[in-house]
């Protein structure tokens, strides 16, 4: 029954022993260890046991924000000459569902995990909102200072490759057609004029005959990215759900 | 020629006078002024006259963030029942071109600016823009903790209503009619499936015969919405255009 329940009982009980576990991702003892477990804590596994903590949707919305407001000081320092053009940028390919999925895996997150599979069949962006409710609860119990220390010294002085990302390409379309060669996927592109008066395209993609993407743009191109932007964040879900978790 | 160049000499010469005259704004002593001139200059004003500071963009960058930090927290705490739903909207009540512009007049910050109306003729987001660059500034000066407290003592608990806040209508396109009936300005909204097979739709919006927005969406109501808050992002700079700043 490994699917059914994410062991909540064994996970929640013997609180030094996961006041430890907790200092092992952290890398500092956390104070108040009932906001670690809410940001844990996934809204499909409240109510299947009788848990005493919230889910983690409000811990989310604040550490997306406070996650956010890091990575933005770490770029302004690290590129004094860049532009804020430049600088958006890279924020994106940090923040991305892609990348957070990455890094928090990389920190092991899964293993904190509480979800219920039932509840859940589709575990979307599961590991990126734990990562961002996980951001939230270091400032609820530390403060500012401590979220910008953990998320600078043990994430993206760690695990990110900044030179690497410089070269990232964000056009998606690209990306998108070399996903489906290495794939061995047939994908086709259409794009047209929505309507002869309005200068406004409409980009739509099929990967294997199966509508993957729409976009509407002021260009071909831009229609074409956002449509291939669409398609790579649901192959990028579809992805997710193979990663083996236990 | 109040037009043309926003006194860059006047303003910046006598150091103390403009210490003084920041000091008002903050409500604290500030340490490094230049990078409050920083947030303050537009790039429309760079090489006009010499001036040795660069341009606000990538204070804007980064005070954006912060911004969106502190108020996330705020409302964190605020709304301890709140779900996210709730707490994201009322952040985009407060985040907005329109409520930011509202808050940088407010503080006096237009007195603070450097532009030159020639290389910038339309004045869109100058004063979002630059309340933003303000925060980013502050945090680069002082830190994280003077900018919340800047935030949440001179911002968000005296010059923002939430009681307003909650009861306000984000409901763009009956917003968007609300004004066109106060401005006598003739509105028709056309709403369209995209084509026979797609479930997309296609809102446009006409003012006065001009074409003003245009949304698609799943649903009518999902693309009218997009469409009534495009026609309102520009119905907003034109009203910005019309601000007396002198």
């Known amino acids: 029954m490994r699917d059914l ?7 929640f009980s013997g609180k030094n022993h996961y006041k430890k576990k907790l200092q092992k991702l952290l890398g500092f003892k956390p104070g108040n260890v009932n ?31 406070i996650l956010d407001a890091i990575i933005s000081d770490y770029l302004f320092t690290k590129y004094p000459d860049a532009d804020e053009g430049f600088l958006t940028n890279m924020r994106s390919k940090i923040v991305n569902g892609k990348k ?9 997150l899964p293993e904190y995990l509480l979800f219920n599979i039932q509840n859940f069949p589709n575990r979307n962006n599961l590991y990126e909102d734990s990562f961002e409710a996980l951001i939230g609860a270091i400032y609820i119990d530390k403060g500012y200072e401590k979220a910008e220390k953990f998320v ?24 998108l057609i070399e996903w489906a060669q290495k794939n ?5 592109f259409s794009t047209l004029k929505h309507d002869q008066d309005d200068k406004i395209f409409v980009s739509k993609i099929k990967l294997n005959n199966k509508n993957y993407g729409i976009g509407f743009g002021a260009s071909k191109k831009q229609a074409e990215q956002k449509a291939a932007k669409e398609a790579l964040d649901k192959i990028e879900n579809e992805w997710q759900e193979e990663i083996e978790i236990e």
């Open 152 to 175: 600078k010294s043990k994430i993206l002085a760690k695990l990110v490759d900044f030179k690497e990302l410089e070269n990232t390409d964000l056009n998606f379309k690209s990306q």
């Open 5 to 11: 329940v994410r062991s909540i009982r064994n996970k």
């Open 35 to 65: 906001v670690y477990m809410q940001a844990f804590t996934h809204r499909s596994a409240i109510g299947v046991k009788k848990t005493k903590v919230e889910n983690n949707e409000r811990l989310e919305f604040l550490g997306d924000s």
């Open 100 to 108: 957070l999925t990455e890094l928090a895996i990389h920190i092991n």
């Open 184 to 188: 061995k996927v047939k994908i086709e």
